[in-house]
């Protein structure tokens, strides 16, 4: 009976202290001292810690000695817990040059300009674009569609999320969250569980944020055309011109699970549509486009797996290039055959209509 109830906290315990002590040590690995080895030193100290207080739990006896070890572990986890909570998001670092630049917004009745939108010309690779910076002016009034842009990275669940907006003159404008890397930083999912980089909203063409993707990454990129009406395609593009007002007024953190790509975009519609459930494809972004369907929001007379195999936008991207250069009708030729929120198709003679795409 003595042993059963040992065991009925020890296990427990052990269990909590293992995930604690895990926790702790990759917060200090990824966000400890910069010196390699001023990290290592201090996350093994940290090891030795939970080490002797896991040890303690499974030696018989010997409370006095496991009073300490354990006392010695929470007074080590509180201090964790105060230096985690003095790590703030910062403005100013030496950010990678297509992050470096924040959305500046200001609304006027129907017009909007936008500074700082991102139109690079990507060449080869990732590290091959020439930059531009521009400012653009956009009536609201003229709002016609929101699309849903999935590019795959890594696997069926994983995908980052973008959102377009379509307006009459045949212009598209991308609402993107991502992660504000420094020039050095190199992107890690777990790294971002632990304050390694800050949140950044990035508005930019197709021709840029779409066409890395499935020109130059090789990302599998997906287009779906939802159906929203236009009151609240305007008021979800309202929320974005908020969201990069806070970022202005202060940094926030991306986190992989709680404040990314797709997070963003649920709490931001759902204060359009209350009441949108939660669903667990909303955290393994690969599967949003289902969640969207399964809620009506895209063309249900048709099966699911037809709109993914029409959406897939890849072929007729890289089609589209002249001499590895974006096409002027990008934005268009993607869309061909792509059924709208209506069952309609864009055929391609529909498609060549919308070809003032321009900057």
Known sequence: MDLLLALAWRI?????????????????????????????????????????????????????????????????????????????????RNWAPDVERL??????????????????????????????????????????????????WMGPAIAHTLV???????????????VRRTADQKFSPIADFFKQSELVLIAADERDIVRTRSNVRGEDV???????????????????IDEAHALQAEPAFYNTLTSNC????????????????????????????QYVYDLGALDTSRPFDELQRRGFIDERAIASDVNGTASDDYSSIIRTGIPAPDGQLIEPEAAGQSRNNTR
Not at 82 to 88: A, D, F, G, L
Not at 121 to 144: K, M, N
Not at 165 to 175: I, K, N, S, T
Request: charge should be neutral; charged fraction near 15%; include cysteine.
């Open 262 to 289: 797709t997070t963003v975009i649920y709490d931001m519609i759902k204060r359009i549509v209350p009441g949108l459930p939660w669903d667990y494809r909303l955290l393994a972004s690969g599967y949003l486009p």
């Open 103 to 152: 959305l500046d917004a200001s609304l006027d009745g129907d017009i909007v300009t936008l500074k700082n939108v991102r139109n690079f010309a990507w060449h080869s690779s990732r590290e091959d674009f020439t930059p531009r910076w521009e400012t653009r002016t956009y009536d609201l009034s003229q709002l016609q569609s929101v699309d849903m842009v999935v590019s795959y």
């Open 12 to 92: 427990p315990t052990a269990l909590l202290l293992i995930a604690l002590a895990t926790w702790g040590a990759l917060a200090l690995w990824y966000r400890g001292p910069d010196a390699a080895l001023a990290t290592t030193l201090v996350v093994g100290l940290w090891g030795v810690i939970a080490a002797a207080g896991l040890i303690s739990l499974c030696l018989p006896g010997h409370a006095s000695a496991r009073g300490v070890c354990l006392a010695l572990f929470a007074l080590g986890f509180i201090g964790l817990c105060v230096w985690w909570y003095t790590i703030m998001p910062q403005a100013q």
């Open 222 to 240: 997906y287009l779906y055309r939802v159906a929203m009406p236009k009151a609240e395609i305007r008021t979800l593009f309202e929320s974005y």
């Open 164 to 178: 377009s907006f379509g307006f009459a003159d045949g212009r598209y404008l991308v609402f993107s969250v991502e």
